[in-house]
């Protein structure tokens, strides 16, 4: 009884020093941003190197590189997932593929920033480009999705797959018709997810799409953009006396990360009440 009391209260002051942390970090932000939010600042690209204006070009062209990602990875992702959970035995190359995926997830961001650079950038001669921060992007939401759609996969019932087959359907058939509608929160859920997170990125964008400052939005996936946490960066880094706007553009990033993360809770919640088996 000591030792689950000891671990009890262990996790609950484990859980109260985040929830104290990350509500210093939130009323920090908002505190000193929400006196920037007005509809200059949403709808006017920046002035004096983003000390005045807004952040119209910046938003507009997050919104781009994370829907660009999304389109990319989600279908690659989703197939790859049907690859591996149904078309594919367990054996030894589905584990090299997901222990690659593993890895994948776990690589750190700069690192495909550097690749996108270096191949993208470079090597294709794409230049600092929506397209090149695009695909990186992409690269580094593909495992999130692969996973995901891989879990919401297995969670349909076999007894479903085998039913479907002694009918008469074909294995794409029982596949487009019983298994992925189920399916269908999970897979959405890991896109928004990973829609967030593309979003909220800089260390990928930073040397393959990004330019600090533009009165435009792109008119060619081949144009440069800017994006809000790039926007973020260099106003922290290098800009003096732009303080509000730092707080304003934080805030502004941190509630279209949220609102995604929220979207994806309540589609996940509907659709979960929804399916009983």
Same mark, same amino acid.
């Given at each position: ?32 941003? +929400?006196?920037? %939010?007005?509809?200059?600042? +949403? ?66 961001? +700069? ?30 939401? %593909? ?73 435009? %939005? ?13 926007? #973020? ?17 934080? %805030? ?7 609102? #995604? ?17």
């Amino acid at each position: 009884k000591n030792a689950q009391r000891i671990a009890f209260t262990l996790i609950t002051v484990s859980i109260l020093i985040v929830v104290v942390i990350l509500g210093i970090i939130l009323w920090d932000i908002v505190s000193n941003g +929400i006196g920037a %939010l007005n509809w200059e600042f +949403i709808s006017e690209p920046p002035r004096d190197l983003g000390r005045s204006g807004g952040i119209f070009p910046a938003l507009i062209g997050t919104f781009y590189l994370a829907i660009g990602a999304i389109a990319i990875a989600l279908p690659i992702g989703v197939f790859s997932a049907i690859y591996l959970t149904e078309y594919k035995k367990e054996g030894r190359i589905t584990k090299i593929i997901r222990t690659a995926a593993d890895l994948l997830n776990g690589t750190p961001s +700069i690192v495909f920033g550097l690749f996108g650079f270096a191949f993208l950038v470079l090597a294709l001669g794409w230049g600092r480009s929506l397209i090149a921060g695009q695909v990186t992007l992409a690269f580094m939401i %593909l495992p999130t999705i692969i996973r995901t759609t891989e879990e919401a996969i297995k969670s349909v019932p076999q007894s479903l797959r085998e039913g479907s087959y002694a009918l008469g359907a074909t294995k794409w058939e029982t596949i487009k018709r019983v298994v992925l509608p189920p399916s269908t929160p999970g897979i959405m859920t890991g896109a928004i997810l990973g829609l967030g997170r593309a979003a909220g990125e800089t260390a990928p964008i930073l040397f393959t799409a990004v330019i600090f400052s533009s009165r435009f %939005l792109p008119t060619s996936v081949f144009n440069p953009v800017m994006a809000l946490p790039y926007h #973020l960066y260099i106003l922290a880094t290098s800009v003096p006396n732009s303080t509000e706007n730092q707080y304003g553009t934080a %805030l502004v990033l941190l509630i279209v990360v949220i609102m #995604l993360y929220m979207t994806a809770i309540i589609i996940r919640s509907r659709y979960s009440k929804k399916m009983k088996w």
